[in-house]
């Protein structure tokens, strides 16, 4: 079985901390992304990663970096954490490059305050 | 900006009837279609992908795919309490990034 794994379940920060959330998966996949998940809002996308130290801007980049120096690895990082940024962060990896199944990790509820 | 739209709900259904989920997308490249079932607090799993027109059949779930209309649904068999859960619809976008577009969830309810 695909495991995707995340650092925390429960994240509490101050506004202006420096925020990592970390994304493992463990099946050599090649491509991962980073969601935030809001209610009425669904799912939307941060950046995601087709490759080592490869990066692309998802539809709501703005306030976030994201770092992959392995494969296996996929973090996220709020250079300045805001109130606006409360929200659950989802990671997700698929093997392949064309549209596939994504694998979830548990999530990072986080909260700043 | 490239859009899948879902009724949020809630919808409420006895147990043992049909539940009708429905999605519509607005990127007519789409080729690829899932739905995703969240149980709260808990992340998105996957239950059925969709392809090609038509039905697709897994269990008490059939997946319904109409390209020309835009159309993608879910049908719940025999709903069950532990059907309750927010049902996500997907589709992958037809740019170059192949990325997964998702609705904002339909939250279904099974009463016992």
């Known amino acids: 079985d695909v495991k995707v794994t995340q650092s925390s379940r429960y994240l509490v920060k101050r506004t202006g901390e420096k925020v990592f959330l970390e994304c493992v998966q463990d099946?050599?996949?090649?491509?991962m992304f980073w969601y935030r998940q809001d209610p009425g809002l669904g799912l939307r996308l941060i950046y995601f990663?087709?490759?080592?130290?490869?990066?692309e801007k998802g539809d709501i980049p703005e306030g976030y970096s994201v770092s992959r120096e392995k494969k296996e690895r996929f973090s996220l990082i709020l250079e300045s954490a805001s109130t606006n940024q409360t929200s659950m962060y989802l990671c997700?990896?698929?093997?392949?490059?064309?549209?596939?199944?994504?694998?979830f990790g548990p999530g990072t509820r986080l909260t700043v305050l | 900006q490239k859009e899948v739209e879902q009724n949020s709900g809630p919808l409420s259904v006895p147990e043992g009837a049909i539940a009708s989920l429905n999605c519509t997308y607005s990127?007519?490249?789409?080729?690829?279609f899932f739905w995703y079932r969240q149980y709260s607090g808990k992340s998105p799993e996957l239950i059925m992908s969709i392809y090609s027109n038509g039905d697709k059949e897994d269990g008490r779930f059939t997946a319904q795919l109409n390209k020309a209309s835009q159309y993608v649904s879910l049908l719940i068999r025999d709903s069950q309490p532990s059907d309750s859960a927010t049902y996500l619809c997907?589709?992958?976008?037809?740019?170059?990034?192949?990325?997964?577009?998702f609705g904002s969830g339909t939250q279904l309810t099974v009463l016992p």
């Open positions: 997700a990896s698929t093997p392949t490059r064309i549209g596939n199944e994504q694998f």
């Open positions: 099946m050599d996949h090649e491509n």
């Open positions: 990663s087709y490759d080592v130290k490869m990066k």
């Open positions: 990127d007519r490249g789409s080729q690829s």
């Open positions: 997907a589709a992958v976008s037809s740019g170059s990034a192949r990325q997964l577009t």
